[in-house]
């Protein structure tokens, strides 16, 4: 049944020659469907952030140097430690004289006998094996040491450039209108219709919110400019801030994998190591793994050859809500009904937040009465703050 039906809401109501068009008497079982459709699992787990001034909301990130440095291919007597990958300034940021590299899975050690500003070759200076091993295109050379000599000044600053983030406010509103003949009216297990249809909408609302945390898309063009008019503007979801972290309409993919097939153990746990590998899941980490309902019953089906069953046990069928990962650390598993069927998407709670715009925080407005015809607002305006997408969340897409 249709409750925010107009017709419904400023007709009278109590008079019809017909006893399946009169809507005096409201049985609460015809709106149990509409109940069901406010679910809102995922914005359980979003914390409310600090309310925001403008409608494009910018946040800045601070990042470490890197602990590592990459290669290029390799000779048996030279190896490159740098590639197109860093800009000069990087280079020179990062690498300095006396700093002792590894490449990894070799069991050689490099030295640099110069300051580095352009890609460099190693040619001596080796520590362990004498010969240099296969280093292959984009082989990470570890930072092992940085040692400085006691007579050498101060080095260089290697403070990184702050970079600076956003997403956009969005307006979330609906309204309520009510005839002063309906509003006074008794109603079977309703004792109040305009508070009932105020939380009706609510729900609604809320239900729109948890979407668009998930698969809200911002208009903004490559320019970083909006696309249309300002007054139309939503807000990006964690998907594809995850997926485009600057919003410029290139996808950076950092923690993103196209598994295009079935979702499996292997498949998790590899998105999983992207993020470790990328600086996330640390000490601080809280993360939980959101998926829909058809990804949710490949979960529950995982080795569920290895439960024992006792005699006479009388439960049939199998949940997990807690993920294991290799790295040890566990992930409870996150049920949305609105998340993509096709999508599984990890997301660290300790860095995201949802945040209002100053002074439009979730409220209700009593508009101005037209005739007989009472009419209020509900409305609020709000936008997702996901901090270090690119290190700390993960996305699996293409899951058959």
């Known amino acids: 049944m249709a409750m925010a039906s107009t017709s419904f809401m400023a007709a009278p109501g109590g008079w019809s020659s017909t006893l399946s068009s009169k809507l005096d008497k409201i049985d609460c079982s015809q709106v149990l469907s509409a109940v069901l459709k406010a679910d809102k699992q995922f914005l359980g787990h979003i914390k409310m952030g600090v309310p925001a001034y403008n409608i494009e909301v910018n946040w800045i990130e601070d990042e470490l140097n890197p602990a590592y440095i990459v290669a290029k291919v390799s000779t048996a007597t030279a190896v490159t430690v740098a590639s197109a990958t860093y800009a000069a300034a990087s280079l020179a940021r990062i690498l300095r004289k006396g700093m002792i590299l590894k490449p990894n899975n070799q069991n050689y050690y490099m030295q640099l006998t ?17 010969t240099f091993a296969s280093v292959t295109t984009a082989t990470k050379c570890w930072i092992i040491a940085a040692p ?32 002063q003949t309906r509003k006074n009216m008794s109603m079977e297990a309703i004792v109040d219709e305009l508070q009932y249809q105020i939380k009706n909408r609510t729900l609604e609302v809320k239900r729109e919110f948890d979407m668009s945390a998930i698969m809200g898309y911002a208009r903004a063009t490559a320019s970083n400019t909006y696309s249309a008019d300002h007054e139309w503007r939503t807000m990006a979801g964690v998907i594809q801030l995850i997926r485009d972290p600057d919003l410029d309409s290139t996808n950076e993919d950092t923690n993103v994998i196209n598994t295009s097939g079935a979702l499996t153990i292997g498949a998790l746990n590899s998105i999983l190591y992207k993020i470790y590998d990328a600086g996330g899941l640390d000490e601080t980490a809280d993360p939980i793994i959101l ?3 058809k990804q949710q019953r490949v979960i529950a089906a995982w080795e569920k050859e290895l439960r024992r069953v006792e005699q006479g046990e009388r439960q049939v069928g199998y ?24 999508m599984l998407v990890v997301v660290d709670r300790s860095r995201l937040w949802m945040r209002p715009m100053a002074g439009d925080n979730w409220h209700l407005e009593k508009m101005a009465k037209t005739g007989r015809n009472e009419k209020w607002q509900l409305s609020g305006q709000f936008t997702l703050e996901l901090r270090n997408a690119e290190q700390c969340h993960g996305l699996l897409y293409g899951l058959t």
Not at 114 to 130: C, D, F, M, R
Not at 172 to 178: S, T
């Open 319 to 342: 949940y997990r809500d807690v993920f294991l990962s290799d790295m040890g650390v566990e992930i409870p598993v996150v049920l949305d009904r609105w998340c993509p069927d096709s």
């Open 114 to 130: 110069a300051s580095v500003t352009t890609e460099h070759t190693i040619t001596a200076a080796l520590y362990g094996s004498t």
């Open 148 to 179: 400085w000599s006691d007579v050498d000044a101060a080095s260089n600053d290697s403070s990184v450039t702050r970079a600076k983030k956003k997403n956009f406010m969005q307006v979330f509103e609906r309204a309520v209108e009510i005839t």
């Open 291 to 293: 998926v829909g309902p």
